[in-house]
């Protein structure tokens, strides 16, 4: 089927619950309105509220929830509106379904997913628009999934469906609807854990992820530059050696992404370069990532988010080293 990423979303949802009666999905809106997004859009009427549940406005209440629930042997499914709304639940996740594995030496787990639309590049607010996850990433116990396409989405859902640790789902606001792919509508996985080399090359390698895929790749079209570009699809557990590997074959390294170049995943993929790859190098690894300040207004945030001419400035200097 031809389908955009909340397409993909939504079967993959359905495909879910329809295999799993554990699976239930619960969140602000996410049943009779089908979610802010429409992402749920039909899965009340096909499971019923005791499967698809509304829950009042509680970002806090909706992830300690899903924590009980997963304890008691279901598989919740949790949405938050706004990655900038999870912050609100940050100690459920951090303080307790994180850490519960290693609490109980491995005796009890949380197998839950939690969704949120991430990152700007729509004209939203603030809290609308973060880019959070390095904040996940360096929680030991949380696994961080954000897809760039619709194939990749359906795919590492249905993974995390099947795996019994929590899972910080993000998904990418502009892409919802940017573009349509071919999806099967049977289950399919996408592995977690394993980045996706989107493009092979042999002059430089670019590492990215979520919004930042499609406008790497056009920069990388428009030069007619021979890049090698990495979608990691997996933030924690990274796959380094995918990474490595390509980085030893180019001898460039470039990282771009959306969120603050300041402490971002970006640094902790360019300090694993500089520890196992640095004498393969042939210029110094260059980032590309937004300012380190807060979301602007909506005016101004295409000179803040990274974009094709920024991205085409740094492979110009990257190749002229």
């Known amino acids: 089927m031809m389908t955009n990423m909340v397409g993909a979303l939504n079967n993959a949802l359905d495909l879910i619950l329809k295999e799993n009666n554990d699976a239930v999905i619960l969140g602000e809106d996410v049943g009779k309105d089908g979610g802010v997004f429409r992402v749920t859009d039909g899965l009340y009427d096909k499971y019923g509220d005791s499967r698809v549940i509304d ?24 949405e938050v509106q706004f990655a900038g709304f999870m912050y609100l639940a940050f100690d459920q996740l951090v303080n307790h379904a994180a850490r519960y594995r290693s609490r109980t030496r491995s005796t009890k787990s949380i197998p839950m997913i939690v969704r949120t639309p991430v990152s700007g590049g729509v ?109 990691v699809r997996t933030i924690n557990p990274l796959d380094e050696a995918t990474i490595l590997e390509s980085v030893k074959k180019t001898g460039r390294a470039m990282i771009v992404h959306e969120a603050q170049l300041s402490f971002g995943a970006g640094a902790e993929i360019s300090a694993r370069i500089a520890e196992k790859a640095i004498f393969e190098l042939d210029a110094p690894i260059i980032r590309v990532a937004s300012d380190s300040l807060p979301y602007p207004y909506p005016g101004y945030e295409q000179y803040y988010i990274p974009n094709e001419s920024k991205v085409s400035q740094a492979i110009d200097k990257i190749m002229s080293e």
């Open 55 to 78: 829950t009042p406005l509680s970002e806090a209440g909706i992830i300690g929830t899903s924590i009980g629930m997963a304890l008691a042997g279901m598989h919740p499914i949790a």
């Open 123 to 231: 004209r939203t607010l603030e809290h609308h628009s973060d880019s959070p996850e390095v904040y996940y990433s360096h929680v030991g116990g949380l696994i961080v999934v954000e897809p760039s396409n619709p194939y990749d989405a359906k795919g590492l859902m249905i993974r995390a469906s099947h795996m019994n640790d929590p899972v910080i789902f993000l998904e990418p606001t502009k892409l919802y609807r940017l573009f349509k792919q071919e999806v099967p509508e049977n289950v399919y996985e996408v592995p977690i854990g394993k980045a996706n080399v989107v493009k092979p090359g042999d002059d430089l390698t670019i590492i990215t992820w979520g919004t930042m895929v499609p406008v790497v790749k056009n920069a990388v079209d428009k030069k007619g530059t021979n890049a090698e570009i990495i979608d």
